[in-house]
């Protein structure tokens, strides 16, 4: 009989790599805090020195174990760098802020991992550029995941890329790939993704904010996180100009990468034609919108229609598509109007995007199988399958889709219970848990637009950080390493 460590040794010879270019990662905002000499470099120092090292020593003791990871090693290994990695990501965060407890840490770490954006600091404008940068430079790490990273450029040192790929990828699509190789696939997604984050950074610097500004917005947009170096968020700014760039590349990161990476090989705009969730996606908005303009003036809570917009507007955008970056605080707006926005973020980013939620490929297959369900009623021997792009969805597609989001619900469910039982009211826990698990950041009531999370006990930050983490792995891969099952070999 196999011991743990022997069975799991190859997924394990992965993490400590992984954890070991976590670390490497770590230089660049100590590099900065040394040239900034903004008081930080000691918050990195240690860091680094106890995440690169246990990533070697990891490497180094199961080396003679490596071997290509199967599916199950496959979910062992995302799971537990998902859970893992925020540990060390709290460590500059507790090495430069000693009144953070290691449980809010490890929840603000987590937070910046999963690009959600939920906060428990107070006094970011007073907090040095590195840390802030820190905390940003998260959310681009995990915005197209750290483990398609080590995929995409070091696929010779042993790793499953197709396995691992396959169970980190966010969509509900995932034997598709875009080249034959899951190496080039992962180098295709992160040329995609960089060339974003530089557009970006260009523009929000062309907009008017200084170069360090720009950098950290830039993290944050792209990664779709929602971390900001302002106590007041983007409204800091009180830009009209830099709100705009931030929409364009919010809704750019809350496309498919696969399709912004066809249509730059391609040189052509036909891949964006023929992407089934981009029209669904646009029109969720434009209506969204419209509805909640014509609501707001309507209940005389709108000053005037172009602040009303352009207040409306950017809110739809940053919920819709889980970025969390806020403007105005949408909690003076009628409650109707606060679960709209909730409701988008659960659904309108697409699939293979930095964006969070039941992806709208979901949404969409779920909507054409409830229209097949009403036309069976009416012609039971009728054949009408779920189409998309011309073409049938498989019956395991649709099955996953469906368990999935039974699961979506159950979640949702079991994690507000409890938080209710745990002391908190109902609207901040089920917003709360909503919010959580689809990588929003702000919620409603007491962790609404104009508050963070600081108020949570340690109980309910753990209980959020899960919940967090269950959101970026779609559930099941977090779900499958829990069960009893998945132990027995």
């Known amino acids: 009989m196999r011991t743990p460590f022997r069975a799991y040794g190859a997924p394990l010879n992965a993490l400590g790599l992984i954890v070991a ?37 990891l490497f180094a003791c199961t080396r003679r174990y490596r071997r290509d990871l199967r ?54 404008d007073n907090l040095p550029v590195s840390i802030n940068l820190w905390r940003t430079f998260l959310h681009w790490i995990g915005g197209m995941g750290i483990i398609v990273l080590v995929v995409a450029i070091l696929p010779l040192l042993g790793i499953g890329g197709r396995q691992l790929f396959k169970v980190e990828t966010p969509t509900p699509m995932k034997e598709s790939s875009l080249t034959p190789r899951i190496a080039e696939t992962a180098k295709g997604l992160w040329f995609t993704y960089i060339l974003l984050t530089l557009g970006c950074a260009l523009c929000l610097w062309l907009a008017g904010l200084d170069g360090w500004d720009a950098i950290i917005m830039t993290f944050s947009v792209t990664g779709l996180g929602g971390f900001a170096n302002h106590d007041a968020s983007l409204a800091w700014y009180n830009s009209a100009l830099v709100e705009g760039v931030v929409m364009v590349f919010a809704l750019a990161s809350a496309l498919n990468f696969a399709t912004h990476y066809l ?16 029209p669904f996606f646009f029109c969720v908005l434009a209506c969204s919108i419209t509805l909640l303009i014509v609501y707001l003036m309507q209940s005389d809570i709108g000053a005037d229609l172009s602040t009303t917009a352009r207040d409306v507007s950017f809110q739809v955008v940053s919920m819709s598509t889980s970025l969390g970056l806020v403007t105005h605080d949408y909690a003076q707006w009628p409650m109707f109007a606060q679960l709209w926005l909730l409701f988008l973020g659960s659904f309108v980013a697409c699939s293979g995007s930095a964006g969070g939620g039941i992806k709208m490929m979901r949404a969409i297959i779920l909507y054409k199988q409830v229209l097949r369900e009403f036309i069976r009623s009416l012609h039971p021997n009728a054949v009408h399958p779920v189409r998309l792009s011309g073409r049938p969805v498989g019956e395991n597609v649709l099955h996953a889709v469906l368990g ?16 209710s039982a745990s002391g908190l009211d109902l609207v901040t826990a089920v917003s709360a848990v909503i919010a959580c698990l689809n990588n929003t950041g702000p919620g409603l009531a007491n962790i609404g637009p104009a508050f963070n999370y600081q108020a949570l006990g340690d109980f309910q930050a753990t209980v959020l950080a899960f919940t967090m983490i269950l959101g970026r792995l779609e559930i099941f891969t977090l779900l499958v390493v829990l069960t009893p099952a998945f132990w027995r070999r």
Not at 404 to 419: E, G
Request: hydrophobic share 55%; aromatic share 14%; charged share 10%.
């Open 21 to 57: 270019i976590f670390g490497l990662l770590m230089l660049f905002p100590l590099a900065v805090s040394q040239y900034l000499d903004d008081g930080a470099v000691k918050a990195y120092d240690m860091a680094f020195l106890v995440t690169f090292s246990s990533g070697v020593a």
């Open 263 to 278: 249509a730059l090989s391609r040189r052509s705009l036909k891949p964006y034609l023929s992407d089934p969730e981009i």
């Open 71 to 124: 599916v199950h090693d496959g979910f062992f290994l995302v799971a537990t760098t998902w859970v893992l990695l925020p540990v060390f990501g709290a460590l500059p965060l507790l090495n430069h802020l000693p009144g953070l407890t290691p449980v809010k840490a490890y929840f603000e770490a987590a937070s910046g991992l999963t690009a959600t954006g939920a906060t428990v600091l107070t006094g970011l």
């Open 404 to 419: 999935f989001s039974f699961m979506y619900m159950v979640s949702i469910v079991t994690l507000t219970l409890v938080l």
